[in-house]
Nanobody, 118 residues
Framework: QVQLVESGGGLVQPGGSLRLSCAASRIIFSVNAMGWYRQAPGRQRELVAAITRGGSTTYADSVKGRFTISRDNAKNTVYLQMNTLKPEDTAVYYC????????????WGQGTQVTVSS
């Protein structure tokens, strides 16, 4: 069964930090690069970070230097450490397969809301 379950979102002040987690079905995780996406109100969903099975990472320019993606292959889990958060980071965050040349699966999880506000 294809399953993606995100957690760890919340309300944080500008400059604060959050760590998101995504538990994925082994059938997804074991063969794919994984990515974190976000969708803000009125905007298209965008890929913000991706990591291959081997640990190579890519980031959107808007989060480079502030966000760090990592994965635990033994736990089928991908993480997104978000530091120095800005109000423009406010969005629903999702995980899925992703990265250069890798498209997301049609099934999405429920996402986790991140709100950056004072």
């Amino acid at each position: 069964q294809v399953q993606l379950v995100e957690s760890g979102g919340g309300l944080v002040q500008p400059g604060g930090s959050l760590r998101l987690s995504c538990a994925a079905s082994r059938i997804i995780f074991s063969v794919n690069a994984m990515g974190w996406y976000r969708q803000a109100p009125g905007r298209q969903r965008e890929l913000v970070a991706a990591i291959t099975r081997g640990g190579s990472t890519t980031y959107a320019d808007s989060v480079k230097g502030r966000f760090t993606i990592s994965r635990d292959n033994a736990k089928n889990t991908v993480y997104l450490q978000m530091n120095t958060l800005k109000p423009e980071d406010t969005a629903v965050y999702y995980c899925n397969t992703g990265g250069p040349g890798v498209f997301p699966l049609s099934n999405w999880g429920q996402g986790t809301q991140v709100t950056v506000s004072s």
